[in-house]
């Protein structure tokens, strides 16, 4: 008898990116398609000290179980750190440590999204967000938006005439996969739009810190004055993704939510990593760290972008980030990214096509590509093999 599955599961399929990744695993390969950090940046040495002196000072308390919230002296560090940075005004009460901040994406689903519900985000999205909503059958509006991020003219007119909108998610800085930010006029406009209609809104910026330029912006959890912003944090793309922390920061009332599903799903993060993490911080200095991983990521996207400029033909368009690890392509309307994907494989080079980005499909003239991984040489050598096979290509 054949088995059968949940309901739920019809929506959920593997996530490219994870396919993908398996290709990097060939040396010949050089594949802008993953959106991971440098490893040669990781605090092995550092973290060589810091695993012994947990072990030496706290070991029982490090190998025991531990609260759902999370270790205290971490979230009160995290507290500190959005309050200096981000310019917000939170407490230690209102952080909740979580498996990365993809943990946090899939808990905000359960809690906000009944069948059926409407879920509205910027087109396009993150995959592994869209990839953890699914579970809960959502709808999906895509909310236009360009250099400047969600338009909010779209976004009103939307909520206007559309019931059921139980959940808004945004990447407001450096998003993946565009590497777009929004301005602050936007912010503060989206303030308005959503204290007006009561929605909650995801903010999940795992990036914010990876800012090259100048031009610092408050994030939108700052500007929250109804408890409506659901902050996602994260020490991946900061420090490293191995430890699998995150952070979910929101009102007493929704955090509330979010703990009982942890208790349900995990019981809490690994004590162990959070102890780790924390006493990292105590030992070093984790923004000199973060000021090393820009100075190496400014580098290859300053590359990347000038690369890009002298190898593409006409007609293709890029975005130019001031953080984070992507950059964005768009091809002219008649090329399908997915296609050229195949001659770029023959060529030994990778992408991740963009169609995956829009939760609703139909757009296929779009590519990200990430600037952190990849050395300099082969930036330039991955992006001289992409314009052979776009030049043939087109
Ligand atoms: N949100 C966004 C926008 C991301 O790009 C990522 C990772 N690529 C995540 C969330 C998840 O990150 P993590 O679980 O490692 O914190």
């Not at 360009?146 to 779209?154: F, R, V, Y």
Request: charged residues 30%; hydrophobic residues 40%; aromatic residues 10%.
């Amino acid at each position: 008898m054949p088995v059968e599955f949940a309901d739920r599961m019809k929506n959920i399929k593997g996530s490219e990116i994870r396919e993908l990744l398996k290709l990097t695993e060939n040396p010949e390969v050089i594949s802008f398609a993953g959106g991971l950090p440098a490893p040669e940046l990781f605090p092995i040495e550092e973290m060589k000290k810091v695993s012994v002196a947990v072990l030496e000072e706290e070991g029982r308390a490090a190998l025991q179980y531990s609260t759902t919230e999370g270790h205290g002296p971490l979230r009160e560090k995290i507290a500190q750190r959005m309050n200096d940075k981000l310019k917000t005004n939170i407490s230690k009460v209102d952080i909740l440590i979580t498996n990365g901040s993809q943990q946090g994406l899939d808990f905000a689903g359960k809690i906000f999204i009944n069948k059926g519900d409407v879920i509205l985000c910027e087109s396009p999205s993150y995959l592994g967000a869209i990839n953890a909503f699914n579970s809960y059958q959502p709808k999906y509006i895509e909310v236009p938006t360009d250099e400047n991020g969600m338009i909010m003219e779209a976004l009103e007119e939307i909520l206007e005439k559309t019931k059921n909108v139980k959940m808004i998610y945004v990447i407001p800085d450096f998003q993946n996969p565009t590497g777009r930010t929004w301005s602050l006029e936007r912010r503060k406009k989206f303030i308005e739009i959503i204290n007006k209609y009561e929605i909650p809104a995801i903010e999940d910026n795992p990036y914010v810190e990876l800012r090259f330029d100048e031009g610092f912006l408050p994030c939108l959890k700052a500007l929250d004055t109804k408890g409506l912003i659901i902050y996602l944090g994260s020490f991946s793309k900061i420090f490293c993704p191995g430890y699998r922390l995150g952070w979910t920061c929101a009102s007493p009332e929704i955090l509330s939510k979010f703990i009982i599903v942890k208790q349900g799903a995990d019981l809490q993060a690994s004590t162990i990593s959070q102890r780790e993490v924390n006493k990292f911080m105590e030992m070093y200095d984790l923004d000199a760290h973060v000021e090393k991983i820009k100075s190496v990521y400014k580098v290859r996207r300053d590359l990347m972008l000038k690369t890009l400029e002298e190898e593409l033909p006409e007609g293709v368009k890029f975005t130019r980030p001031s953080g984070g690890l992507f950059t964005w392509l768009e091809l002219p309307e008649n090329i399908d990214a997915s296609e050229l994907l195949k001659k770029c494989l023959e060529n030994n080079v990778a992408y991740v096509s963009g169609e995956a980005f829009f939760p609703n499909g139909g757009k296929y003239n779009c590519f990200r590509m990430n600037y952190s991984t990849m050395t300099e040489d082969k930036i330039v050598e991955g992006i001289k093999r992409l314009a052979i096979a776009l030049k043939e290509f087109m």
